[in-house]
Every structure is written in structure tokens, then in C-alpha cells.
């Protein structure tokens, strides 16, 4: 059950993002429970923090955000997953679909509204 | 009982058979002339007995005697038949039949006493049979009595039974067969008669004659007996007397010759006291002997030859039909052997007397006979040489001094066709050669030749070649009076020398010809040589004229100046022989030539100026004329023409073949130079795959020199192991199916060098097709190399795709990563800003600012990537500023030594600025360099740019993607990328190619 304003973690390796993303989310009223810098930390951060939503860049230094978006859901009550990148979700084709995340977010729209729109 | 005894008691017995007889006759008086009667009975009965008595005692081996006694008794047993008393009568009738064939018996083996012939055998035996054999059958059936024919009464005690008729049958047949019997007696006695010598005739005469009168009166008494009953007397008598003649003949004869040779011996020795010449001593022998056929004949023992009195060798004497031979021998053993009348052995006595007379002669002659025999053998050997000459297959003839013929043997005249009467007397300069005077002359001088070779013509015309040997002869004085030749006929050898010679030499001259001119040289020495003649010139037809190409002249003969003349003369239209030959390109003869520039050029030529030439045509055309002088006026034979012709031929196909030949090795010295130029392989192959052709650029490229590879099998040298049976296969094929795809097609394909190693070829073969099996030409390249810069092209292209594939992926990571997240970033932060703007425009304050310098940040980086794409400054400004650019934002100082002021090809600027700036980033992030030099330079057509820097050293160009690339895009502009490094710097340099 996703609440009004679910509790989140950013997975981004660039810290300009990341820092810029939890003023944004936070000014809208979301709770930002912890960063992950990349697709490790990113699953042990879930494991410890069981956010509602991970907001998850696809382009990671480790691996891609679909490879940890797919371990994420495999596991049992996984978070909500909103795929986000520079990109456009076109350059990705069926990637994101088959990935198991909520939705997808463009970088540069990145804001509550596009965030509760992926999450529907 | 001996022969003295068996004579005594014949005689007895005669006699009393005669006593007998005259009893009988004076008691019966069975004739009506008794006394005649008896006196003729006893008249022959005792001439036979005298005779036969006389010769019984002289040869008392020899038959005659005892035959001549037995018919004495037989006959007077006749006398018994006329005996009252029966067994008188019938002792009479038992033997008075069988005189007659004594008779016979005795004449037949006159004189030998023996029955030497199988006729006068039969014909004796047959006599016995028919008269007294028949009478002695017929006895018992007879009696005279009673037939009335004789008046007696004595009976026959042998008496069977009386038939008349048989008694007159027997008769009957007793008279044919006797006639025909004595027929056949003398026609043996006329051919003993005939056969015999003089001596013997002389034997033979008295007792022949008696007999052959005998015997016809004989004959004619029977059959006049048998035709009429009532003869008479007369008959008897001329019977009688004619029987009583034949012992009478035989007295006389030998009463005769014994009187005669008995002085004849006598003689003989006066004539051997008075001469011992051993002619003188054999007609003395003849006249002592009786025999004008003897013979004497000396033994010589050294020789074992036999010489007669001549002293002729003779063959030795022989003792055959009617001949005799006599032996007197003396101690030394010299021997003279008399041969004789088989007759005078009947003589033992008179020929033992004339030999011990000849004997006498012997010592004194044999040893003059040796001499005689000597000379007389030269004079047989000469009679021998004469036979020869006469018998042999040589010529043999003989000359006076004038020429005339004197002799000339049956050899000559068959092979000239003369007879030898028409031969005689004759000039031989007239007849067979009338060149021959200077014979006459040597003859004269007596300087003849021992051995020459010239010719003759025979009656028919043709020449013969002759070999001589002569001899001059000289009369007792020495004065030469003629000469004498023997000539061997050696026309064929000649003409075998003569053709064998010059086709040899012609063939030799062939053989080592280069040029058709090198074959006309030996040819007229060949020629000249061969034939006698004094010159002979080839004479090569040009359109406007005859040129002389080479001349040969016998140099005793010509004039000095002869060969200078006839090389000056250039013949034209119809001046000479050899212009008319070429005019007509058949052969010619011709005498007294009288504008022919050969004959002319030689004032020395002979009176016949005789010159012969034949022409060389080659291709149906006179291409030569050759033209031979010569002083012989016979002209050519059959033979010398066919050789010629056989020449002209040969020369002929020469030339054809010569230029044939010049025509293929100019088209071969092309090929062969197109061979050995060719870049590429070349290699001919015959069906058999073997290697006829390898030429240098096959040799170079395939490892083998062509001398070890020709003849060779061509798979097995050049084709690799595993590919060698499809090639065979395909040969085969290709012999089989012409065509295929590889026939006219580049194909490539692996071939295999003489160390083994295998290489890649293009190859495009070509069928040749001759009159035999076709032959193969591949056309071979070695594009090793080609394939080795196709690859490294290939590599190259890859390389630089993989090149702008890495730049693109590294521009848009490095867009991605540095303006794309800053540009995202700064999204984000205006959008917070705005939100803030209104709760809290302090905060919102902040983050514009920030927002500000993040995308002045973005902008940087965005000129950077644009940069790296492609240098703007380099466009728009030149190379010079884009690497003053380059050295402005090295991190160390960078010299720019040396820019050209003329700006470059573009590629080329690029290229430049791009090595500039790749060898500067290496030299700042591994050279640890205080300094760098930068130079482009331009010359010869290449330019060339240079980085070089005073760091650690150790660039290794193959290292990194940073220098591949570099070299990557100066090979793609046909250049080439060096880098050096060493302890003291490194130093990249790259040379590009620049018109």
C-alpha cells in the first residue's frame, strides 16, 4: 500500500541529482528515507530501510537499473520502482516494462505530481 | 697238270683224232670227194692247232692258245661222225657242235684272251647255247640216218626217240638266232676296232679281218643251206678255206709285229748311243713299239709333277681304257713313265727290251729335262697370264706407241661393246677417250703413270669410269714399244665416293651453317671438288640480276684475277648459262660458251669451255644458281644429275627451312624476351604435365632454376601435396572436355615454393593447341604481398569504424555524464527554485545561483566535446593557430619549430593536427617531458610532422588505441606512422604523401 506520501530511496551515483531530487521530493512533502549511490547499496539500503518507492536511475557505475529493479521485485513485499534517467523511456524500449518497476520518470521531470502519476 | 703238259696232250690228242679220221674217211667214203673233204678237215682243224700250239707256247697265261687248240679238236671231232662205228659216231655227235662257239669264244678275247666286255660274254654264252647246247638237247631225238641225210649206218646210242619235225625246228631256230649272233660279233669286233689305237689296230687287224670273213661266210653257207637241199661242195670249200684263214690271220699278225719290233730295238739303241734328246729317244720308241701314241713323261719327286718331253707340265699318266703306263726307274729315283698302248703288254718280252733301252737314256737326260722344264714353265706361266688376261674380269689392253690398239681382252670389248676384230689397230684415243694424248705423250717420254683413274665411252655412249695400272713394254734393246693397262672398271665406286663424298661434305657444311651464305661457301668446294671441275660459283638471284655469293676455283687451273672477275660480274638478262638456267630453272649443259662470265673471267678455260649449272628453287622460286666449269667436254651423266638434282633439292629446302627458322626465332627471341621480362610467371606445360617453359620471374618467385625444372613434372614441384590430384584430375579433364573454368579465367588458387612454403597465386592458364596434344601456358602471380595488404586494409577499416564507434560512444557518455546530467541537474533546480520562490525566495535565491554556475559549467563541457569532434579553430583559421591552440593548453611548454606557410590539403591539416594533438596528450600524461617540439615539414612531395619530446621514452606504437588510430588515419592517406623511443625522448613522426 502505497501512501499519499510514501517514504523514498534515490539510487543515483551523480550527488548534483540525488541532492537536487530530495529538495524537490522533500519541498513536496515526501519523506526520503536514505541515497544509494549505486545497484549494491541500493539493495542492501532496501533491505534496511524497506522504503515504499526507490527511485532508481538506470544508469549505475555497478550495474543498470533494470538488472536491480529485477532483483528488487523478485524478493517478497519489494517497494514500488520508479525507473528515472536523462534519457527519454523510448531510448529503452520494452526494457523498463519488463523490468517489474512502477514507472518510469524523465530526470528533467522529475516532481511529485510525475512521481505519483509513475506510481499509479 | 701244267700248260706245257695240257699243250703236249692237245697235240697228242690232235693227232690222233686226225689218224681217226683219215681211217674213218678211207673206210666209209661217206662223201662222194673224200679226199677233198679230208684234206680241207684237217687243213683247218691243224691251222688252228698250229697256231693255237704257237701261241700257247708264247703266252702261256693267255687263253688264246688253249682256245685256239680246243677249237682244233673240236672241229676235227666233226670227223668222228662220219665213223661206221655207233659209239664213235655218237663221241663225234657229242662234240662236233661246239667248235663254233669256240670260235667265237677265240676271236672275242683275241687279244687279251679274256672276255673283257659284258657284250662279247653274252654273245659267247649265247653261241655255246644255240649251237652246240641245242645240238647236245636235240641229240637225243635225232638220227641222221634216218632223216636220210647221210648215208652211213652208224646209229646214235643216245637215241630216245626220233623226231623229225622237232630235229628241223631245232635247226630252224638254231640258224635265226645264230645269224642274229653273228651280227651282234661283228658289230662288237667294228667297235673294238673302232675305239682301238694304231697298235692295237695293228694287233687286231689280221685276226678281225679273218674272223669277219669267217663269220659271214658262215652266215651265208647257213642260210644258203637252210634254202636249198642239195648244196654241193663248193660252199664247204670257201666255208673251210675262209675258217682255215682266221688262225692263219692270227700267225701272220704276230709273226709280223715280232719280226718288225725286234729290229726296231735294235735301232732303238743305236738312236739312244748316237742323241739323248728326249725327242729323239720317243720317236725312237715309237718306231720300236709299234705305237705313234706313246708318250714320255718325267717324274720330278721334288714336286711331285709329271712334265712331258716339252717339258710341259702334264698331268700324271694314267692307265685307263687302252692305255698303258710303263715305269723306268733308276736308283736316284729319277723316273721316266712311258705311256702306251694298252696293247704292247701283250708284248712283255719286246716292251721289258725298249725300256732297258730307255733306261740307258735317262742318266743322261733327266737332268737337261729339269732344265727344259724350267724354262718351259716360264713360258706356261706366261700361257697362264695369257688365260688370265684372257678370263679375267679386268680390262686388259695393250698400246703401241702410236695408240694403236694391240691387244685387248674379251672383258674390254663385253664392257664397251666392241669386238675384239674391230678393237684391233685401232687408235684408243679415237675410240674411248680422246682426251687421253698426254698418255701417248708420258709413253713417249717414259714417264707413263703406274696407277691413274680416267674414263672411257663405250660403243653406246656412256662413261665409265676407269682405274689403270700401267706398264710400258720394251723391246730387247729397252726401247718402249708400247704398253700395256689394266683398268678396273670403278664407275659405281666413284659414283658412290663421289656421292657419298659430297653429301657428306654438303652435310657438314648444313650442319654448321648459321646463315644460308655459310652453306654456299663449302657447297662450291663440295662441288668443284667432287667433280673435276676448275670452278664453281653460287649465284644468288637477285630481282635485277645474278650476284656471286661464293666462288671456288681450282687455283692451278684458273686465271690469277678469275675469282676478282667473276665476283665483279653481276649477270643479267641473257648473258651466260646461269642466267639462262634461272630463266628456265631447269638444268643445263653447255660447251663453247662464249659469254658466260665464268667461262670468260678464265682465259686458261679449256677448248670445250663446257660448263654445267642447275638452279636452287625454294619456295617455286629460282633463289640460286649453280654453275660448275669444267674442262671434261662429256657433260653429265644420268648419275650426276640425279645427285645435283638431289642437291639442288636439299639446298633448296634449306634456304626454305632457313628462313622458316629465322622467321620462328625472331618470333621466339620476342617471346623469350617477353618471357624474361614478364613480371608475371610464365609456365608452359605439355599433356603429360611436364614443364616446358619456366622463365625468370617463375624462377624467382617459385625458388627452382628453369634448367632443373623443365622436363619435369610440373604438380610435383609446384603444386602443394594435398592439391596435386585435383590439378591431375583437371588436366585430364581438360585433355578429355576442353574448356572449364579455368581455361581463359583468373582464378586463385596456392602454390608451393621449392623451400615447401605455400603461397597464394592468381592464375590464368591458356590452351595451346598444336598438331598434337595441346599445351598449357599459366600465367602465374604471386600476390602474397596483395593479400597481405588487403588484410591489413581490411584490419585498417575496421580499425577505423571501431575507431568512430568509440568516439561516438565516448561522446555521448562524456554528453550523458557531463552536460546531459548537468543540464538535467539544472532542470531540476530551476523547477525547485521556482517552488520556492514564493515559501522562501532566499533558499530559491541560492539555488538559482548554483543553477547559474552548473550551466556555465555545461557549456564548458559542450565546447569541449565540439572540439573533439572536430578542431573549429583548424577550419576557420589554419593549422598554424589550431597547434598554437593545442601548445597553449599543454600542460608543458611545446615549441612550435617549424609550420608551412602554405596551407596543406585538408586531410592532410586534419591529420596533422590530430597526430600533433594525440602525441601531446601522451607526452603529458607518460612522457614526464619538461619539453616537446613540434614540426610539420613539406618537400618532395610528402609531408611529414613531427612530435618529439625530451621524456622517459618507452611509447609502444602498437600500445594503445591512441597511436593505432594515428596510424590508422595517416595509412588511409597512404602515409606512414614511425614512432621512436628510446631513453632520451620519444619522437613520433608521420610521413603523408603530398603532390
Known amino acids: 500500500m502505497i501512501t499519499m506520501t510514501p517514504s523514498i530511496l534515490i539510487v543515483d551515483d551523480h550527488p548534483s541529482f540525488r541532492a537536487m531530487a530530495r529538495a524537490l521530493l522533500q519541498s513536496e512533502g515526501y519523506t526520503i528515507v536514505g541515497e544509494a549511490v549505486d545497484g549494491a547499496s541500493a539493495l542492501t539500503a532496501v533491505r534496511d530501510l524497506h522504503p515504499e518507492v526507490v527511485l532508481l536511475d538506470v544508469q549505475l557505475p555497478d550495474t543498470d537499473g533494470f538488472a536491480v529493479a529485477s532483483e528488487l521485485t523478485r524478493g517478497t513485499d519489494p517497494p514500488a520502482i520508479v525507473l528515472t534517467s536523462s534519457r527519454d523511456a523510448s531510448d529503452f524500449g520494452p526494457l523498463i516494462a519488463e523490468s517489474g518497476a512502477r514507472g518510469f520518470v524523465p530526470k528533467g521531470e522529475l516532481c511529485g505530481r510525475t512521481l505519483a502519476e509513475a506510481l499509479e | ?995
Request: hydrophobic share 45%; with cysteine.
Open chain 2, 1 to 995: 697238270m701244267t700248260s706245257r703238259r695240257l699243250r703236249i696232250a692237245a697235240l697228242v690228242a690232235g693227232l690222233v683224232l686226225s689218224a681217226v679220221i683219215a681211217v674213218g674217211e678211207s673206210r666209209t667214203h661217206v662223201h662222194h670227194n673224200t679226199a677233198a673233204y679230208l684234206i680241207l678237215g684237217l687243213l683247218v682243224g691243224w691251222s688252228f692247232m698250229i697256231a693255237g700250239q704257237v701261241a700257247w707256247l708264247r703266252r702261256p697265261t693267255n687263253l688264246i692258245g688253249p682256245l685256239m687248240c680246243a677249237t682244233a679238236l673240236t672241229w676235227l671231232s666233226n670227223g668222228l661222225t662220219d665213223w661206221p662205228t655207233d659209239a664213235v659216231f655218237t663221241v663225234g655227235e657229242l662234240f662236233a657242235s661246239l667248235w663254233l662257239g669256240l670260235l667265237v669264244h677265240t676271236i672275242l678275247a683275241y687279244p687279251s684272251g679274256r672276255l673283257r666286255t659284258l657284250d662279247a660274254r653274252i654273245v659267247t654264252v649265247l653261241v655255246y647255247l644255240d649251237t652246240w647246247v641245242l645240238s647236245l638237247l636235240v641229240l637225243p631225238f635225232t638220227e641222221p640216218r634216218l632223216d636220210g641225210a647221210d648215208k652211213h649206218s652208224a646209229h646214235n646210242l643216245l637215241l630216245v626217240d626220233h623226231h623229225h619235225d622237232l630235229v628241223r625246228a631245232a635247226d630252224a631256230v638254231s640258224l635265226l638266232v645264230g645269224i642274229c649272233l653273228i651280227v651282234a660279233m661283228l658289230v662288237i669286233l667294228a667297235r673294238r676296232w673302232q675305239a682301238a689305237g694304231v697298235a692295237a689296230r695293228e694287233v687286231l687287224a689280221p685276226v678281225y679281218l679273218t674272223g669277219a670273213v669267217c663269220m659271214f661266210v658262215i652266215g651265208a653257207v647257213a642260210i644258203y643251206s637252210g634254202f636249198v637241199e642239195q648244196t654241193g661242195d663248193i660252199p664247204f670249200y670257201v666255208f673251210s678255206l675262209s675258217l682255215a684263214a682266221i688262225p692263219q690271220g692270227f700267225l701272220y699278225g704276230l709273226l709280223r709285229t715280232q719280226i718288225g719290233r725286234s729290229g726296231a730295238v735294235r735301232g732303238l739303241i743305236a738312236e739312244i748311243e748316237a742323241s739323248d734328246e728326249p725327242q729323239r729317244l720317243r720317236a725312237a720308241l715309237r718306231r720300236a713299239l709299234g705305237d705313234p701314241t706313246l708318250e714320255l713323261v718325267y717324274w720330278l719327286p721334288e714336286d711331285d709333277t709329271y712334265v712331258d718331253i716339252e717339258g710341259d707340265l702334264v698331268a700324271r699318266p694314267d692307265d685307263g681304257e687302252g692305255r698303258a703306263v710303263t715305269t723306268i726307274e733308276r736308283r736316284d729315283r729319277r723316273v721316266l713313265q712311258m705311256a702306251h698302248d694298252a696293247s704292247l703288254l701283250d708284248d712283255p718280252a719286246l716292251l721289258g727290251a725298249a725300256t732297258a733301252a730307255a733306261s740307258l737314256a735317262l742318266r743322261n737326260q733327266t737332268l737337261a729335262g729339269e732344265l727344259r722344264s724350267q724354262l718351259r714353265e716360264v713360258a706356261a706361266s706366261e700361257q697362264r697370264l695369257s688365260d688370265l688376261l684372257e678370263g679375267v674380269r679386268l680390262i686388259a689392253v695393250s698400246l703401241d706407241t702410236a695408240g694403236l690398239i694391240t691387244y685387248a681382252n674379251p672383258f674390254l670389248c663385253e664392257l664397251t661393246g666392241w669386238s675384239r676384230e674391230e678393237l684391233m689397230g685401232r687408235d684408243w684415243l679415237e675410240v674411248f677417250n680422246g682426251t687421253e694424248v698426254q698418255f701417248l705423250e708420258r709413253m713417249a717420254n717414259d714417264d707413263v703413270l703406274p696407277y691413274e683413274e680416267n674414263w672411257i665411252r663405250t660403243r653406246a655412249g656412256e662413261i665409265l669410269d676407269i682405274a689403270w695400272n700401267n706398264t710400258v713394254i720394251r723391246d730387247r734393246d729397252g726401247r718402249i714399244i708400247g704398253a700395256t693397262s689394266i683398268g678396273e672398271d670403278i664407275t659405281t665406286r666413284r659414283r658412290n665416293e663421289r656421292r657419298l663424298g659430297f653429301q657428306l661434305s654438303l652435310a657438314r657444311a648444313v650442319a654448321r651453317a648459321e646463315r644460308l651464305e655459310d652453306v654456299a661457301e663449302p657447297m662450291v668446294e663440295a662441288l668443284g671438288t667432287t667433280f673435276d671441275c676448275w670452278a664453281c660459283v653460287y649465284w644468288k638471284a637477285e630481282p635485277e640480276e645474278l650476284v656471286p655469293v661464293a666462288v671456288w676455283s681450282d687455283g692451278a687451273t684458273v686465271a690469277g684475277d678469275f675469282r676478282e672477275r667473276v665476283m665483279a660480274s653481276r649477270p643479267a638478262g641473257d648473258a651466260g648459262l646461269a642466267t639462262y638456267v634461272r630463266g628456265t630453272a631447269e638444268p643445263r649443259w653447255d660447251v663453247d660458251l662464249d659469254d658466260d662470265p665464268v667461262v670468260m673471267a678464265n682465259p686458261r678455260a679449256g677448248h670445250g669451255r663446257g660448263s654445267f649449272a642447275f638452279p636452287i628453287v625454294a619456295a617455286g622460286q629460282v633463289d640460286a644458281v649453280v654453275q660448275l666449269c669444267s674442262d671434261d667436254v662429256r657433260g653429265p651423266d644420268d648419275e650426276m644429275l640425279a645427285l645435283l638434282e638431289t642437291v639442288a633439292d636439299r639446298v633448296g629446302q634449306l634456304i626454305e627451312r632457313r628462313r622458316a627458322e629465322a622467321a620462328v626465332a625472331e618470333s621466339e627471341a620476342r617471346k623469350s624476351a617477353v618471357l624474361s621480362s614478364a613480371l608475371d610467371c610464365i609456365i608452359t606445360i605439355d599433356s603429360a604435365n611436364r614443364i616446358l617453359e619456366f622463365n625468370p620471374a617463375a624462377e624467382h618467385t617459385f625458388g627452382y632454376r628453369a634448367q632443373d625444372v623443365l622436363g619435369k613434372d610440373m604438380a610435383d614441384l609446384l603444386i602443394p601435396p594435398q592439391l596435386r590430384e585435383d590439378h591431375r584430375r583437371g588436366l585430364q579433364r581438360q585433355l578429355q572436355h576442353p574448356g572449364g573454368r579455368l581455361l581463359g579465367n583468373q582464378v586463385e588458387l596456392t602454390g608451393m615454393r621449392a623451400s615447401g612454403e605455400v603461397f597464394p597465386i592468381e592464375l590464368a592458364v591458356t590452351r595451346i593447341d598444336t598438331d598434337d596434344l595441346p599445351l598449357f601456358t599459366a600465367f602465374v602471380r604471386d600476390i602474397t604481398g596483395r593479400k597481405r595488404t588487403d588484410e591489413e586494409l581490411r584490419r585498417s577499416r575496421v580499425r577505423i569504424v571501431n575507431a568512430g564507434d568509440e568516439a561516438r560512444r565516448r561522446l555521448e557518455r562524456n554528453l550523458h555524464d557531463g552536460a546531459q546530467q548537468r543540464l538535467v541537474s539544472l532542470s531540476l533546480s530551476l523547477r525547485l527554485a521556482r517552488s520556492l520562490a514564493q515559501r522562501d525566495p532566499a533558499a530559491a535565491d541560492e539555488i538559482l545561483a548554483s543553477a547559474g554556475e552548473e550551466l556555465s559549467q555545461a557549456l564548458e563541457e559542450l565546447r569541449e566535446l565540439a572540439r573533439g569532434i572536430h578542431p573549429a579553430i583548424l577550419t576557420d583559421r589554419g593549422l598554424r593557430p589550431a597547434l598554437e591552440a593545442l601548445a597553449t593548453r599543454a600542460p608543458l611548454p611545446v615549441e612550435l619549430a617549424d609550420v608551412p606557410d602554405q596551407p596543406l590539403p585538408a586531410p592532410i591539416e586534419a591529420a596533422a593536427y590530430y597526430v600533433v594533438a594525440e602525441a601531446l596528450t601522451n607526452v603529458a600524461k607518460y612522457a614526464n617531458a619538461k619539453h616537446a617540439t613540434v614540426r610539420i615539414m613539406r618537400a618532395e612531395g610528402q609531408a611529414t610532422i613531427e612530435v618529439s619530446d625530451d621524456g622517459v621514452g618507452g611509447a609502444n606504437p602498437l600500445g594503445g588505441t591512441g597511436l593505432r588510430g594515428l596510424a590508422d588515419r595517416v595509412e588511409a592517406l597512404d602515409g606512414t606512422l614511425a614512432v621512436e623511443s628510446n631513453g632520451s625522448g620519444t619522437c613520433v613522426s608521420a610521413v603523408i604523401p603530398c603532390e
